[in-house]
């Protein structure tokens, strides 16, 4: 079968059939106000795909031309979250580091009769814009001459002028269909310090200005973006073209943006719920920021194959955030071990057992290559309350009284009493090892149905661990309001006691508690309390969801 190619990769070809362009370079161009988001993922695997795919090229640029809200936290975060997701750029630039380069350009507009200066206010400029139905009126210094134009840019460039008094523009048609090839803005006055080019620069360009000039200046071939840029397409070849760039011209192509439910893309409210310490941080593991969602334990190969997924498409959606969630417990299914934790703990005293061993586990039985861990066992041991039944339903294949269960890499145990408090909780569980029992070289003739987990009382760790939910309810009544859904109980902390082994994990180090669900190690862990955070349940729900339709 032909491999099936998105409709980038058929320009792509065309392109590289046609000998329009010989070496395929795209770029990924994040403004530095924020963290990268699982949205960013997308734009990534998209344009890292095609250096890969093509063996090509793909730089990092940040898009810095807006000097006020931008941080170097966030350049340094960026650099980080891509190279988790295995991501190499070539070059790596800044949109600032061009200024000059468009500077040069907005001179030759102005000398081609192109762009003129205009003092007009940002609201006069609006209101002279007209509709779609309607053509626009023309700015009264429309018709100003070269000579005067260029002078008055240079005095905007010198700072002769407060913030807001002038702009240039570009002169292109005022009737046009397309509002924003009606003379736009391609540079205003502001004096404000940029975090790279300080205090040089009291002019800044505009994004539809600065960024064609930095795709054609560094040799992209494919500038690819999201799907609100395709009515900007017409201004941005119309840059490329009179500011008489060399051939290959860069091509726009515009993909639609990932969506996904209950899932927030805005930079802008991930920064309010940092300010405002609704969550612990940009890398708090329920937000969507590629740091949260790292921290969260997701693997980069989960996301990406996710990203593949999904596919390129022309037209907007939303994704469930199941299926991300599924994609993630695949791969963890494949390479996550597998350790004994236990929630709700009860007590088990083995009466016929003395002394204590060192069991061999096996880690993961879907792994390529097995391997084992030491697992302590001993007279007194941990099981989860939801595994023992006082009075059990039909078909209760766990701990019963009287009842056989076998212990995971252990031993088949028989219930012989139970004890409980004064309010008839259970307190503790007599039990007792059947001989001959032992996972592995089980002669013993009981058959079992049930396994559980456990942990051995005398060596075990006390964990604490974060369940999450996603930082959004659901929509209800209508309202989509990001600071009304804001789900309040996104956050639970309970504690656990987990299995020896887990001491000697790394942070980031991702598990499986047998029939629990994944877990990661998180970063806040010290010597003396593990802590761990959710992953994904071990329930798809995606898959349920969708084979049951
Ligand atoms: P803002 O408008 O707050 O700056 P942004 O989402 O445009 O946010 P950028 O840093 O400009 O953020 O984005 C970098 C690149 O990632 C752009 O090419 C953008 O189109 C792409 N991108 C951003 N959000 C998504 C998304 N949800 N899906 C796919 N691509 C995205
Ligand atoms: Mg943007």
């Known amino acids: 079968m032909a491999e099936s190619k998105n409709f980038i990769e058929e320009i792509i070809d065309a392109d590289l059939a046609e000998g329009k362009v010989s070496e395929v370079c795209t770029r990924f161009p994040p403004e530095p106000n924020g963290y990268l988001h699982i949205g960013h993922a997308k734009s990534l695997c998209i344009n890292f795909g095609m250096k890969a795919k093509y063996h090509g090229k793909c730089n990092l640029r940040f898009d810095d031309t807006n000097p006020s809200k931008e941080d170097t936290e966030y350049v340094e975060s960026i650099k980080s979250d891509i190279k988790w997701l295995g991501f190499e750029w070539d070059k790596l630039l800044f949109a600032s580091d061009y200024f000059d380069v468009m500077f040069d350009c907005a001179v030759k507009l102005i000398k081609k009769g192109l762009a003129y200066v205009s003092d007009e206010t940002a609201e006069e400029i609006r209101l002279r814009r007209g509709t779609l139905y309607e053509a626009g009126v023309e700015s009264p210094n429309r018709n100003r001459s070269v000579e005067e134009n260029l002078q008055l840019f240079y005095q905007m460039r010198d700072g002769v002028f407060p913030d807001g008094a002038k702009v240039l523009r570009a002169k292109i048609d005022m009737a046009s269909p397309n509002l924003n090839m009606r003379d736009p803005v391609i540079y ?24 064609p000039i930095e795709d054609a200046h560094e040799g992209i071939t494919h500038s690819i973006c999201t799907l609100e840029f395709e009515d900007h397409r017409p201004l941005y070849d119309w840059v490329v073209r009179q500011c008489d760039f060399p051939q290959p011209l860069p091509q726009q192509i515009e993909f639609a943006r990932l969506n996904i439910t209950n899932t927030i893309m805005s930079k802008r409210y991930l920064k309010k719920l940092v300010d405002e310490g609704k969550v612990m941080g940009w890398d708090d593991p329920r937000m969507p920021t590629l740091s949260g969602i790292r921290r969260r334990g997701y693997p980069p190969e989960a996301i990406r194959d996710f ?23 695949e791969y963890l299914n494949l390479h996550a071990d597998r350790v004994m934790a236990v929630f709700d703990p009860i007590k088990v005293v083995l009466a016929n057992y003395e002394g204590s061993e060192e069991l061999c586990v096996e880690n993961n039985s879907m792994a390529e290559v097995q391997t084992y861990r030491k697992v302590p066992f001993s007279k007194e041991i941990y099981i989860d309350r939801s595994d023992f039944a006082l009075v059990p339903p039909p078909k209760y294949y766990r701990l019963k009284p009287d009842g056989y269960v076998r212990l995971k890499g252990a031993y088949i145990i028989h219930c012989d009493d139970v004890l409980t408090d004064s309010e008839g909780n259970v307190a503790e569980l007599h039990c007792s090892v059947v001989p001959n029992s032992r996972s592995g070289d089980d002669t013993s003739g009981v058959k079992v149905k049930g396994v559980i987990q456990w942990v051995d009382a005398a060596t075990c760790v006390d964990a604490t661990v974060r369940k999450l939910q996603s930082l959004l309810t659901d929509v209800k009544d209508g309202v989509t309001d990001f600071n009304e859904r804001f789900n309040a109980d996104s956050l639970k902390v309970v504690s656990a006691k987990v299995e020896r082994s887990l001491l000697s994990a790394h942070v980031e180090d991702r598990f499986q508690f047998m029939r629990v669900g994944y877990y990661v190690l998180d970063k806040d862990s010290t010597e003396g309390r593990l802590v761990f955070n959710e992953i994904v349940g071990l329930r798809d729900s995606f898959n349920t969801a969708n084979s049951q339709k």
């Not at 999904?310 to 959606?317: L, M, T």
């Not at 299926?323 to 993630?328: K, M, P």
């Open 307 to 329: 990203c593949e997924r999904i596919g390129v498409s022309k037209a907007n959606s939303e994704v469930q955030s199941s299926y991300l969630e599924s994609c993630v417990r």
């Open 188 to 211: 205003r006055m502001l004096h404000a310090t940029h975090h790279n080019t300080g205090d040089k620069w009291c002019i800044y360009p505009m994004y539809d200005f600065a960024h």
